[in-house]
């Protein structure tokens, strides 16, 4: 009995940091950042950091680290027309002069790093890096909802038309049509006899 329980204790003991490593190892992989070195220097015949960029994968997370001795050489992050021209004295340009700099990328999208040093610019110490875009993103654009069914609208106009949908008047608005000829004379020999009967009746009175 005594065994089992210092076997159980042992087994504890043993668990809990093996849990702690596992847990630490799947961190590690869920963040999935990666540091990228590079001897930030005249590039040879050979080199061109640009194709070495692309032969890499960047993501959103990763770091590039730009090695050189510092007070001889600087790192300047600047835009596509600057990096082209190799304008060092750009004012918008972000400069690092510590030789250990570390840039991490925060978005996708290419970024553009040439030596603070036009010389050293102008003999291709400058490269392009390409970060992909996030697939894990999802887009907020909303997508417009259908009309409830029974409830379509109609189709719009066509350009250069005007619509008029006439109302109709109320009916106690409606003015009845004029009696034709021979309504008319029948309607008036109607008075006539009338006016004729109503003057005999009288005359009996009398």
Not at 3 to 32: T, V
Not at 37 to 43: I, R
Not at 68 to 96: F, H, I, M, W
């Amino acid at each position: 009995m005594a065994n089992s329980n210092i076997l159980r204790a042992y087994n504890k003991s043993i668990a809990f940091p093996i849990l702690g490593l596992l847990c630490l190892s799947l961190l590690l992989q869920k963040s999935g950042a990666n540091e990228f070195t590079l001897a930030w220097t005249v590039p040879d015949a050979s080199t061109h950091f640009s194709q070495w960029a692309e032969t890499n994968r960047f993501q959103i997370g990763d770091s590039l680290v730009f090695s050189y001795s510092p007070g001889q050489d600087s790192v300047l992050r600047v835009s596509q027309d600057d990096y082209t021209n190799c304008n060092t004295d750009a004012p918008t340009a972000e400069k690092y002069t510590d030789g250990h700099s570390t840039y991490t990328f925060n978005q996708s999208g290419p970024f553009y790093f040439m030596s603070g040093n036009k010389d050293n610019c102008l003999k291709n110490e400058k490269i392009v890096v390409i970060v992909l875009a996030d697939r894990n993103q999802t887009s907020n654009a909303t997508t417009p909802s259908p009309a409830p069914s029974g409830e379509a609208s109609p189709p719009p106009p066509s350009p250069g038309t005007l619509q008029i949908n006439p109302t109709p008047a109320p009916e106690s608005d409606q003015i009845p049509p004029p009696p034709s000829g021979a309504s008319s004379i029948f309607i008036s020999l109607i008075g006539s006899i009338g006016a004729v009967a109503a003057a005999y009746s009288s005359f009996l009175l009398f």
